[in-house]
């Protein structure tokens, strides 16, 4: 018989199963609720993360209808790369 393929040799992770997204929200729920100070504090800073990136896209508005499309793409570009640098980089320096 040939050799298997590189395909074949992958290892396969597993897809969704029934019930796992169910089981994520349980768990976060717990987490939260073991933590309320913590969540609730993480809710309040999410909800000033909100009004600030409105205040952004009500200063966005204003920039003419050519170059909106391109700023706005800049700006969640540079939102996401932020976001990525403090939440996930940092976590891997913990590590």
């Known amino acids: 018989m040939g050799s298997k393929s590189k395909k074949d040799k992958q290892k396969h992770e ?3 199963t029934p ?17 309320p100070e913590l969540s609730r504090k993480i809710d309040g800073l999410e909800a000033e993360i909100r009004d600030r990136l409105m205040n952004i896209k009500d200063t966005i508005d204003d920039f ?15 939102v996401h790369r932020m976001c990525d640098e403090i939440l996930i980089d940092d976590t891997k320096d913990d590590a």
């Open 14 to 16: 597993p897809g969704p």
């Open 19 to 35: 019930g796992m997204v169910t089981k994520l929200f349980d768990r976060v729920r717990v987490i939260k609720q073991q933590h």
């Open 64 to 78: 003419p209808n050519m170059e909106r499309e391109l700023i706005t793409v800049l700006v969640i570009n540079g």
